[in-house]
């Protein structure tokens, strides 16, 4: 696999000029088919569709909001009191072994999958290689003591538990791992995110009353920035949830493979944060297989249509396409996998 483009930034602003209005008429067409396949096939009225919809956006928008502020308020953080040479000093100098402990900073900016984009962007533009971003980016949704903490109270100690951890860490480092060894970072990342050398001395640092104005000042701008990707991804969770009914799902979930995709693809569509999955995934554990529910559990927060659409407003296009698939047949091979030998 090669991830190396070459367009110049004459060739690539106009297609970005074009595109966003592109992406907005797709999201209003698709909402509008589901809300007509919806009220041709449940049986209810159109009003009663639309408020379906409307609960069901307004669920996900409000759960999903206060991790982006904090995403964006630590974002704030990072641009006020951290510069490149701080960044470096902690960093392993070994590419790959900085890849590999990228799985772990979630110990450190314990965020969710909306709030982990701003704060990842932001570590990009200060020099963090796209490989440990990355590598961050999919691990830090669970790897974060909050997300530990509910997914204990849920399943307790053990396979699933245990089984999380695992599988997220080696997904996650896997999918940096083949980033550090195809592709250069400004072949990744959009120009916004990528970390530009300054030859020039650095400014002395901020005092706390500066750096705090500062700090509010690049996340409201992130804030608004990033806000309207999640606004348009939580548009097409909503949509998706009233145009795929959950029973359908439900229905083709069954056996050691068949369970394992529809539990992965009810994950992207749900969009429910990691913070709370696990209390949705106990649900379902009388009905699918354990396979299913790590499966479930490991990829949704890596990778769902929120996080699809703010993946947009980081790394360019091609990049994004590979954030989702590879990801998802790595967590597919792993449930896959576990539901095999539990099966022996």
């Known amino acids: 696999m090669h991830l190396s483009t070459s367009h110049s930034p004459s060739d690539s602003q106009p297609l970005r000029v074009t595109v966003r209005p592109l992406l907005w008429v797709g999201v209003v067409v698709f909402v509008a088919a589901a809300l007509l396949y919806g009220t041709l096939n449940t049986g209810l009225d159109f009003f009663t569709v639309v408020g379906l919809f409307s609960t069901r956006f307004l669920g996900i928008y409000i759960e999903a909001v206060p991790f982006l502020l904090m995403g964006t308020f630590t974002s704030g953080l990072i641009?006020?009191?951290?510069?490149?040479?701080?960044?470096?000093?902690?960093?392993?100098?070994?590419?790959y072994l900085a890849t590999g402990l990228g799985a772990f900073l979630?110990?450190?900016?314990?965020?969710?999958?909306?709030?982990?984009?701003?704060?990842?962007?932001?570590?990009?533009?200060?020099?963090l290689p796209a490989s440990v971003g990355i590598t961050f980016l999919l691990a830090a949704p669970f790897m974060n003591?909050?997300?530990?903490?509910?997914?204990?109270?849920?399943?307790?100690?053990?396979?699933?538990?245990?089984?999380?951890?695992?599988?997220?860490a080696l997904v996650a480092i896997s999918v940096g791992l083949m980033f550090a060894l195809t592709a250069r970072d400004e072949d990744v990342l959009l120009p916004t995110a990528c970390y530009v050398p300054n030859a020039a001395p650095p400014p002395p640092r901020a005092t706390w009353r500066s750096g705090f104005t500062q700090t509010l000042t690049v996340a409201t701008s992130e804030f608004f920035e990033i806000g309207r990707y999640l606004v348009i991804g939580c548009l097409l969770a909503a949509g998706m949830q009233t145009f795929i009914p959950q029973e359908t799902l439900l229905r083709i979930g069954s056996g050691q493979v068949g369970s394992v995709l529809a539990m992965q693809a009810f994950a992207f569509i749900l969009s429910v944060c990691s913070t709370v999955d696990s209390f949705l995934a106990l649900a379902f554990v009388n009905t699918f297989t354990?396979?299913?529910?790590?499966?479930?559990?490991?990829?949704g927060p890596m990778v769902d249509v929120k996080s699809t659409l703010l993946f947009l407003g980081v790394f360019k296009r091609r990049t994004v396409v590979y954030l989702v698939a590879v990801p998802f047949a790595l967590n597919a091979l792993a449930g896959v996998l576990v539901n095999v030998w539990l099966a022996r």
Request: hydrophobic share 55%; glycine share 10%; charged share 15%.
């Open 145 to 168: 003591p909050i997300v530990f903490a509910s997914t204990f109270i849920a399943f307790g100690w053990g396979v699933i538990f245990v089984g999380r951890f695992v599988i997220t």
């Open 79 to 95: 641009e006020a009191f951290v510069r490149h040479d701080d960044l470096m000093r902690v960093m392993p100098r070994n590419r």
């Open 290 to 299: 354990t396979g299913a529910i790590l499966a479930f559990l490991s990829f």
């Open 106 to 127: 979630g110990l450190v900016f314990p965020v969710c999958e909306c709030g982990v984009v701003p704060v990842a962007r932001r570590l990009f533009t200060k020099g």
